[in-house]
């Protein structure tokens, strides 16, 4: 997908205020049974196809009216993932504005995690 100019300007300013992990961290983290929100910020029709193994949806559209309710706990260890990492570093951009402690972005995102070869429930 072609991004915008002012897009790719909001992530890359955005990517100057967050943490971003790689794929293998969170494959790593997950393999060893680490305890963290895997949030998938997709939109509602791109969670309905697959996801990575473990994630649980909260779409962007969403993500920050309903965060409090779902994870209230601002310490709480959160790792975002969108379609390629811009989405998710918006949404990590604005957890920590929220007061978010311990949020970060998958950078590749899905397609990452699928070019890895990583584990994806299918869900249509």
Known sequence: MQH??????????????????GIADVKARLDRGERFHFIDVREDDEFACDCADGARHIGRGVLERDIENLI?????????????????????????????????????????????????????
């Not at 897009?7 to 205020?17: T, Y």
């Not at 390629?84 to 951009?93: I, K």
Request: glycine residues 12%.
């Open 72 to 124: 209230p706990d601002k310490n709480a260890p959160i790792v975002l993932y969108c379609g390629g990492g811009f989405r998710s570093a918006l949404a990590a951009d604005n957890l920590q504005k929220m007061g978010y402690t311990n949020v970060v972005s998958m950078d590749g995102g899905l397609r990452a995690w699928r070019e890895a070869g990583y584990s994806i429930e299918q869900r249509k």
């Open 4 to 21: 915008s100019p002012g897009f790719l300007a909001l992530v890359a300013d955005a990517k100057q205020r967050i943490k971003e992990c």
